[in-house]
């Protein structure tokens, strides 16, 4: 039997919503795909292991303990890639991912031109240029430390809603388990 969902295993869903929702999208289509042409890339093939491309990834994650990476939704930041190889990557860093162990990795997967794949993306990243990283510090300062601390309290207040709430549903089930016992109730017919 499948483990319950709760509550609070949606808190990284729910400070993923809050990083997209403020970083910039700057995506140049035709520059995408001069990138991908410089780098061998085909953009109907996952980067990462060969198979159809479903998705795009951020090749350098947006979101890192739960605040925005450093990075954003840009033209150099995304990559062709297969829906299991993006969810697997998550926001790890590509290059060792690709060559580690984890569940869904290239070279768990045993794609056979691994290094292939590493060395087109290193390429796209030679030509993509320079990615220009912003600390925290730095996004704060921009946007202004009393807008940005109450934006990001926000979602403090949520996972703490969120834990409340999880509480109170173990509680209420736990009773309902207990009236089902009880009365042999299998629940509305």
């Known amino acids: ?22 970083i910039p999208r700057e995506v140049d289509v035709a520059a995408q795909i001069a990138l991908y042409q410089a780098a061998g890339i085909n953009e109907r093939e996952c980067v990462y292991c060969g198979a159809l491309a479903t998705d795009k990834d951020h090749l350098r994650g947006l979101v890192k303990a739960g605040r925005p990476s450093g990075h954003f939704h840009t033209t150099s930041n995304l990559v062709p890639s297969c829906g299991p190889c993006n969810q697997s990557k998550g926001a790890a860093p590509w290059k060792p991912w690709m060559l580690g162990q984890a569940k ?21 990243e ?3 240029g320079a990615v220009n990283v912003m600390t925290n510090e730095a996004l704060r300062d921009i946007v202004g430390a009393e807008l940005w601390d109450r934006y990001w309290q926000h979602l403090d207040d ?10 109170e549903a173990q509680e209420i089930e736990a009773i309902l388990s207990a ?3 009880k009365t042999g109730s299998r629940g509305p017919r």
């Open 1 to 22: 039997m499948a483990a319950r969902p709760t509550i609070t295993g949606r808190g990284t869903s729910l400070a993923h919503a809050f990083v997209h929702a403020i």
């Open 104 to 124: 869904g990795s290239p070279t768990r997967k045993g794609v056979g031109d691994v290094q292939e794949r590493i060395a087109r993306l290193e390429v796209f």
């Open 126 to 128: 030679r030509a993509a």
């Open 158 to 167: 949520l996972k703490a809603l969120m834990i409340a709430a999880q509480r």
């Open 179 to 181: 009236y089902s016992a």
